[in-house]
Nanobody, 123 residues
């Protein structure tokens, strides 16, 4: 089970932090990711991190502004979002993923999702 926290309303240029708490003992064996779904849009990839935390990957739209990290001792994965833009407005989801290509970060989500957290960025 993945339980999310964080999110909310922020002005453009501001920062927010999302957290995802996993239950169970196998968290450290899973690659993890964050996805988002804007109004009227399909869900899209935002960031991913390997099970050890040694590699991170980002969508071009968030690279340089978002940082994904994890703490395997605490079973948590975090998304730090800086320099937020109105187009970052979306429901954000954490998920277990499988990274198929460690060079490109190409991945697909597994069937473990957080409940979703609303992030709204006002202009």
């Amino acid at each position: 089970q993945l339980v999310q926290s964080g999110g909310g309303l922020v002005q453009a240029g501001g920062s927010l932090r999302l957290s995802c708490q996993a239950s169970g003992r196998s968290f450290s064996t899973y690659d993890m990711g964050w996805f988002r779904q804007g109004p009227g849009e399909t869900r899209e990839f935002a960031a991913a991190i390997t099970s050890s935390g040694s590699n991170t990957y980002y969508a071009g739209s968030v690279k340089g502004r978002f940082t994904i990290s994890r703490d395997n001792a605490k079973n948590t994965v975090t998304l730090q979002m800086n320099s937020l833009k109105p187009e970052d407005t979306a429901v954000y989801y954490c998920a277990a993923v499988f990274i198929v290509d460690k060079d490109s970060g190409s991945n697909y989500p597994l069937d473990y999702w957080g409940q979703g957290t609303q992030v709204t960025v006002s202009s």
